[in-house]
């Protein structure tokens, strides 16, 4: 966890970051553990889950951080993370946003009271007014698969673990994800429920690609990262299963875009043991305070060693010696074949014109905002 700060009387406003689930800098590995939220606080009628929020909250209190009314009332001490993690997924930098009595070496304190899967890796300050989660850009995915996930359906493969994915079927893996980029209406992409044409479906994906095959242990893996604005629950999960219905000839290629349309499809969650979350991108902050005289831009520079340690030992190979024991794949990609396709119905011209200016709008208020500040 990386935690930004501002000075407060006695207190400091941070932010919070966490391997694999959290960044006050707070990186975890979420196999674990459920939802992010602290859940027995906000929820008590429920039975008491073993949440990330839940276990630093408990650490934050016993090494004098926080107060116990701010451990019953987190909105007393500014609470805020940047992403939400599903159950079973990890975060190699989150952020947090809150207030926090700040002692001597209050990291090396804290972490004395968290298990090895959640590590809070730096504090720094912030203003104020900072907010994890509405101030973040972007936010970047990664989602490990193996190799043999991308076989047709009608393929037989004798050995997952010995399979090589060839050069032209990657080329054209990476030419099918990268149709994600843009902005689209993801309803059928994701879990929550709401109502049909709502514009809260529209998201916009600024970058998505595979990378290059690799080995572990002989098995062949490659890693699909995706890089967008904000991301609704179990949306990347639904993609990925998208992606391998469409890589796997479960239905044609011109059918891809048929996931963006206003009529209902069903489709298939991919598991969550191999998604992650890598990165929580703050351009607009880091613009707007580059230079100031009192607070510096959110960077995680001189936390990447212990970033980048945690993410390859703490999750990374974690999800492959997982999937390498288990091949958790094998079980699902069965459930693929239940997809049938159907009609095709697009976005009305209107509805995407409607997404596109509250995108529009959003982005000129911020730099509206941005030039009143350096006007000021």
């Known amino acids: 966890l990386t935690l930004f700060a501002k000075w407060d009387q006695s207190l400091f406003r941070q932010t919070v970051a966490i391997p694999s689930d959290i960044q006050c800098d707070v990186l975890y590995r979420g196999v674990q553990f459920c939802f992010v939220k602290h859940f027995a606080v906000l929820v008590p009628y429920q039975p008491v889950l073993a949440t990330v929020e839940g276990v630093i909250f408990d650490a934050l209190l016993k090494s004098g951080a926080i107060t116990y009314e701010n451990y019953t009332e987190p909105w007393t001490m500014g609470w805020e993370r940047a992403s939400r993690t599903d159950k079973g997924v990890s975060a190699a930098c989150q952020i947090l946003s809150c207030r926090l009595y700040m002692k001597e070496s209050l990291e090396c304190r804290i972490n004395t009271y968290l298990p090895p899967d959640i590590r809070i890796q730096g504090i720094i300050p912030t203003v104020p007014s900072f907010e994890a989660y509405a101030w973040a850009t972007f936010r970047s995915y990664s989602y490990i698969l193996p190799t043999y996930v991308f076989t047709y359906c009608d393929e037989s493969v004798i050995d997952p673990r010995g399979y090589r994915i060839s050069q ?185 014109f409607q997404a596109r200016r509250k995108l529009y709008y959003k982005n000129f208020k911020e730099s509206s905002n941005e030039a009143v500040l350096i006007a000021n």
């Open 168 to 352: 032209s079927r990657f080329h054209r893996l990476q030419r099918i994800v990268n149709n994600y980029v843009g902005i689209n209406y993801y309803k059928n992409l994701q879990s929550d429920r709401q109502r049909k044409g709502d514009a809260t479906f529209y998201r916009m994906m600024n970058r998505c690609f595979a990378s290059s095959p690799y080995l572990y242990k002989g098995q062949e893996f490659l890693t699909i990262t995706i890089r967008g604005q904000a991301f609704m629950l179990n949306q990347i999960r639904k993609m990925i299963s998208w992606l391998l219905i469409i890589v796997r000839a479960i239905a044609p290629e011109s059918y891809f875009n048929q996931a963006f349309s206003l009529k209902k499809i069903s489709i298939p969650t991919a598991p969550p043991n191999g998604l992650y979350l890598e990165r929580i991108y703050y351009e607009g902050y880091n613009k707007l305070y580059y230079n100031h005289e009192i607070y510096s831009k959110l960077d995680t520079s001189g936390f990447e060693s212990g970033i980048e340690h945690f993410r390859q030992h703490g999750i990374i190979e974690k999800i492959l010696e997982d999937e390498f024991k288990h091949l958790h794949f094998i079980q699902f990609l069965p459930r693929l074949l239940e997809f049938s396709p159907i009609a095709h119905v697009n976005p009305t011209p209107t509805q995407l």
